[in-house]
């Protein structure tokens, strides 16, 4: 009952679907995926209830006392046992600001993703099924867009809308901006993985069916081939999304990222690193654990999915 | 008026060393309700007869020439829109492969829905009336839940049923079977020959059957056209044919048919291999491995006459 019972006619039980497919069964038994599923779930629900689970609203300039600086987590002597990690140079409290960091890292890693998605799925879609000239075009577009690197167009684009719209209006718009250069730079790693699966996925004969059927090329693109062309879709969304992390991170670390008042983990590292040599390791040391858990565990999640995914990979049942 | 009349029909493979024919000038015509069958080797031209009737021919095929005519209108010169009306709505098709036509990552009702919500706007509560009925109908046991299922849930016998089924999901005029049968075993495939006729015979639908085996077309169909290297070579009542063939492929068809061997001695079969797109021979394209080959053969190519096409059974 409940929510199969409201299942559509032509559905088949969420439940039993799930318990038999490959993903449901392989996760039943593989110990570090679910301790990673378990971390990475953890952390997501930290980011989303952040302003619940923060003692402090580090945006809200009224809660810092500058008195408070650089205190130091709350297990080492002398510590202000209200602030559990300690707090950063302006008298923040550090465990407030690695929460709504962690929220921000994860809301411009996921949605630069989607993006990338959006763009990658439909391009690669395109380019695999009309093929022709259409194929031609869109992948050299791809392969010119890949021939520069991540980080120098967005560093570029940063630097110079910084330049042009002034630093308030960059501080206002830069998660934004941040998901649209994360999010246009790397589309070619799906166009190019969506392509390739759309090739073999139109050989086959059920899209010659689903052509005698008289459906239409949209209609076979997104709903035949695209579901079956999915799998490493799956896949490498969680490596993007990991690297994605990464560049947000490494761009608020060069300082054109998040601004100081609404920190990211990189700018968090960043504004704590200067702080490191005088002894305050706890600043720059804890968002960059946090940093590494979270790639860590997305990618653990990434390598399962691929094994699992793969059929070639498939070890008995 | 035939319900599907084919003119003349040339199919050319645009190739890098030039253009070449597939089919060469094939005309047939198919009443309502008539089975009709195609028979020949590999490569004589069969699936891409069966494919340029939908006008569904992949690229490097294209139809050069002729008349494709359904129930009055020319499909080889249809827009691409008006021809998605006819497919699926007023021609069905069953492929070959039950384990490879259905979309393994939509479920048996999922496609079903799609089809019929394809081409006609019917409710979601008549829909799944009709998917039951038509389940029912190619005697797919408690179809109810077979509608949740995914394909690599039935075997392979039962999802040719499904196959059929949703062929005929929308009443369609005309059948098209692209050797329904032979990835099946044996028992299967009878059961699903039976199933097919008694379809065809209920539904009053016609019924284009295109395969290798000449016992499936003996037991299925009213007329037989025999095809060799993209020309009709004989064309004749199926009892007729069988009973007594005129040319001298046919012949050798039939003769291959392990029944009409003795026991205990090699299978009869016709010397050589059809011959390539490319390398086609002069004159009728079956002397190089016809016994009753003269000088006539190597040089001038029969014109079908009388149902057959060969200088030597023609007078």
């Known amino acids: 009952m409940g929510i199969a019972a409201q299942s559509r006619w032509w559905q088949p039980r969420w439940w039993q679907r799930w318990r038999s497919s490959p993903l449901g069964h392989s996760l039943g038994r593989d110990r570090i995926a679910q301790v990673a599923l378990a971390v990475l779930l953890l952390m997501a629900l930290a980011a989303v209830f952040a302003p619940v ?110 330049t042009a719209f002034g630093a308030q209006l960059y501080s206002d718009l830069a998660v934004l901006m941040l998901i649209l250069v994360i999010g246009i730079a790397e589309w070619p790693q799906y166009a190019r993985t969506v392509r390739a699966s759309v090739l073999a996925e139109k050989q086959k004969e059920y899209i010659d069916a689903a052509q005698v059927l008289g459906y239409g090329r949209l209609r076979i693109m997104f709903r035949h081939i695209l579901p079956n062309a999915l799998s490493p879709v799956f896949v490498i969304s969680t490596v993007q999304v990991a690297n994605a992390i990464i560049s947000e991170a490494s761009l608020s670390f060069l300082g054109l990222g998040m601004p100081v008042n609404r920190p990211s983990l990189g700018s968090l590292i960043s504004s704590g690193f200067e702080y490191v040599f005088s002894g305050s390791w706890w600043m720059t040391v804890i968002p960059g654990l946090v940093l590494v858990v979270l790639v860590l565990v997305v990618n653990v999640l990434g390598d399962w999915l691929r094994d699992v995914l793969n059929p070639r990979l498939y070890k008995g049942s | 008026m035939a319900l599907l009349e084919v003119r003349d029909l040339v199919v050319e493979f645009g190739l890098r060393e030039g253009a070449s024919m597939a089919l060469d000038g094939i005309s047939f015509a198919l009443e309502p309700g008539e089975r009709l069958g195609i028979v020949g080797e590999s490569g004589a031209g069969k699936s891409v007869a069966a494919f340029s009737i939908l006008n569904l021919l992949s690229a490097p095929g294209y139809i050069a020439s002729g008349q494709i005519i359904f129930d009055g209108v020319d499909l080889a010169s249809l827009s691409e829109s008006a021809l998605r009306t006819v497919r699926g709505r007023r021609i069905g098709m069953i492929f070959q492969d039950p384990m490879m036509t259905l979309n393994p990552v939509l479920s048996i009702g999922e496609q079903m829905l799609e089809c019929l919500r394809a081409h006609s706007n019917c409710s979601e509560s008549e829909a799944r ?101 993209g020309r009709v070579v004989e064309q004749a009542e199926t009892a007729a044919l069988i009973r007594a063939p005129r040319h001298p492929y046919t012949r050798g068809l039939l003769d291959a048919l392990p029944e009409r061997t003795e026991p205990g001695r090699p299978l009869n079969q016709i010397p050589g291999s059809m011959p390539g797109l490319q390398s086609m021979p002069s004159g009728c394209a079956f002397h190089p491995r016809c016994n009753l080959a003269r000088a006539r053969c190597q040089s001038e190519s029969p014109a079908l006459q009388h149902g057959v096409a060969c200088w030597e059974a023609a007078c």
């Open chain 2, 129 to 229: 009336h009709i998917c039951i009925e038509r389940l029912r109908q190619v005697q797919i046991p408690s179809p109810e839940q077979r509608l949740r299922q995914y394909p690599h849930e039935l075997s392979g016998g039962m999802r040719q049923r499904v196959i059929i089924a949703i062929a005929l999901l929308l009443d369609p005029q005309l059948i098209i079977a692209d050797e329904p049968t032979t990835a099946l075993d044996v028992t299967i495939q009878a059961e699903i020959m039976q199933l097919l006729r008694e379809l065809c015979d209920n539904e009053g639908v016609a019924l284009l059957l295109i395969t290798h085996d000449l016992g499936v077309v003996a037991q299925l169909t009213h007329r037989t056209m025999v095809l060799y290297a």
């Open chain 1, 53 to 162: 689970l923060a003692p402090f609203d580090p945006y809200d300039p009224r809660s810092i006392d500058i008195m408070n600086s650089e205190l130091p987590p709350a297990w080492v002597d002398d510590a202000d046992p209200q602030f559990v990690l300690g707090t950063d140079a302006q008298g923040r409290d550090l465990l407030s600001a690695i929460l709504y960091g962690l929220r921000v890292s994860l809301l411009i890693g996921l949605c630069a993703v989607m993006l990338q998605a959006l763009i990658g799925i439909t391009v690669g879609l395109s380019a695999g099924y009309l093929g022709g000239r259409v194929d031609v075009i869109l992948m050299r577009a791809a392969d010119i867009q890949l021939s520069y690197s991540t980080m120098m167009v967005a560093i570029i684009v940063l630097a110079v809308f910084r």
